[in-house]
Nanobody
Framework: QVQLVESGGGLVQPGGSLRLSCAAS????????MGWYRQAPGKQRGLVAI???????AYADSVKGRFTISRDNAENTVFLQMNSLKPEDTAVYYC???????????????WGKGTLVTVSS
């Protein structure tokens, strides 16, 4: 199995910054795309940012220019640097990793349990 542990959430004032981390561990052969999703109260979970194994990135329009996704392949970790935070960024943030556990494994997506980010004065 593959386990994901997120950290870095918390309460921050509007305009502030937070850095989320998500570390993958367990039986891992290869990690492909890594991404961050979020779910606000009463809303569906949606993509925030994604990064491929080659380092290509994509962002939701609402976070472009404010959030930066990066990864450390040696540590199987993905990060989300969030700047200029707004109250509408308040949500539970989830990490998702596409991984294979052995050479012939077709792979699957693994989700973390989420970390709460609250942007409020």
């Amino acid at each position: 199995q593959v386990q994901l542990v997120e950290s870095g959430g918390g309460l921050v004032q509007p305009g502030g910054s937070l850095r989320l981390s998500c570390a993958a561990s367990g039986s891992i052969f290869r990690i492909n795309a890594m991404g961050w999703y979020r779910q606000a109260p009463g809303k569906q979970r949606g993509l925030v940012a994604i990064i491929t194994s080659g380092g290509s990135t994509a962002y939701a329009d609402s976070v472009k220019g404010r959030f930066t996704i990066s990864r450390d392949n040696a540590e199987n970790t993905v990060f989300l640097q969030m700047n200029s935070l707004k109250p509408e960024d308040t949500a539970v943030y989830y990490c998702k990793v596409a991984a294979t556990r052995y050479i012939y494994d077709p792979g699957m997506d693994y989700w973390g349990k989420g970390t709460l980010v609250t942007v409020s004065s």
